[in-house]
């Protein structure tokens, strides 16, 4: 029982490691708005012109942009230009990078949690 009751203890507590876990997840999710934010502009410029777009307006440009960030993909016939490819092939990139990077840093903060845990 008091095993159980160490991993729970353990589980709510705040320390150092919490906050530098926190401050990574926190500065990704900003730059992946800022990624979003200039990528949906990006693709709105390149894509709302060319001939059987899909992209007619911002709206249309920020949620391509957004599922290709998830790494979902979207149902639109995009991107149709060189230049929305090649913005295209930068967002997939950073979105390969951000969930690598991500799972590492959940990764590094669990083994150090169970490196620092008393045996129990």
């Known amino acids: 029982m008091g095993a ?3 991993q729970f ?3 709510f507590s705040w320390e150092e490691h919490h906050r530098r876990l926190l401050a990574r997840l926190a500065m990704v999710v900003l730059l992946t708005l800022v990624v979003d934010a200039v990528g949906s502009v990006a693709i709105y410029y390149t894509e709302r012109h060319a001939r059987g777009t899909e992209i007619t307006s911002f709206g ?3 949620f391509f942009t957004t599922v290709q960030l998830l790494t979902v993909s979207s149902q639109l016939r995009n991107p149709l ?3 929305g490819r090649l913005v295209d092939v930068v967002l997939e990139l950073w979105a390969v990078l951000v969930v690598a990077g991500s799972a590492g840093a959940l990764a590094a903060f669990f083994q150090n949690a169970d490196a620092s845990s ?3």
């Open 81 to 83: 230009t060189a230049a």
């Open 60 to 62: 249309d440009a920020l």
């Open 9 to 11: 203890r353990m589980l």
């Open 4 to 6: 159980v009751r160490g």
């Open 118 to 120: 008393p045996p129990g």
